[in-house]
T-cell receptor, first 113, second 113 residues
């Protein structure tokens, strides 16, 4: 069974601060995704990283896939209250299980004005 | 364009009752995923279909759970009989076959008393 461990579970910061969320596994994934979920809604895809060492930027968000494709990080610069939400990482196995995602437990981020 | 549609959005029932959750895929999508989300266990994949065919149901908790795709655009998840430990938010997601992006519905919040 593939597991993804996310840390921290909870993060409460002030507007303008920087933060990093980590997603780690002992398993190799063919790709890794980050989702953001707001209360009462389903997760929404932010980014997919595929290549080991890949870095993608989405405005103030920077996503990195580890060289060995076992871990990933999400860094937010100058956090804003609108960034508040549940952040989930999800790994795809590939092969015959293509499409099947394993999700981390999530990080609940609260950004205070 | 309409996204994934789930009904009902909220369901409150008593232990032992049958519960049916419904999901309409995005038009043209041919992969369907059912997930369950709880605080304790996070977001778990229950079952997924490709072209109406169940591919992996290893996440289905037990025989009380069953899922079907009577046609290419619609799916049901049935729990019979329901138990209090089934209380959770149930999401369905759809995608194009082989695509990495899954589009989640708004979820059904189920409470079994």
């Amino acid at each position: 069974t593939q597991l993804l461990e996310q840390s921290p579970q909870f993060l409460s910061i002030q507007e303008g601060e920087n933060l990093t969320v980590y997603c780690n596994s002992s398993s190799v994934f063919s790709s890794l995704q980050w989702y953001r979920q707001e209360p009462g809604e389903g997760p929404v895809l932010l980014v997919t990283v595929v290549t080991g060492g890949e870095v993608k930027k989405l405005k103030r968000l920077t996503f990195q896939f580890g060289d060995a494709r076992k871990d990933s990080s999400l860094h937010i610069t100058a956090a804003q209250p609108g960034d508040t939400g549940l952040y989930l990482c999800a790994g795809a196995s590939g092969g015959t299980s293509y499409g099947k995602l394993t999700f981390g437990q999530g990080t609940i981020l609260t950004v205070h004005p | 364009d309409a996204g994934v549609i789930q009904s009902p959005r909220h369901e409150v029932t008593e232990m032992g009752q049958e519960v049916t959750l419904r999901c309409k895929l995005i038009s043209g999508h041919n992969s369907l995923f059912w997930y369950r989300q709880t605080m304790m266990r996070g977001l778990e994949l229950l079952i997924y279909f490709n072209n109406n065919v169940p591919i992996d149901d290893s996440g289905m908790p037990e025989d009380r759970f069953s899922a079907k795709m009577p046609n290419a655009s619609f799916s049901t998840l049935k729990i019979q009989p329901s138990e209090p430990r089934d209380s959770a938010v149930y999401f369905c997601a759809s995608s194009l076959l082989g695509a990495r992006t899954q589009y989640f519905g708004p979820g059904t919040r189920l409470l079994v008393l």
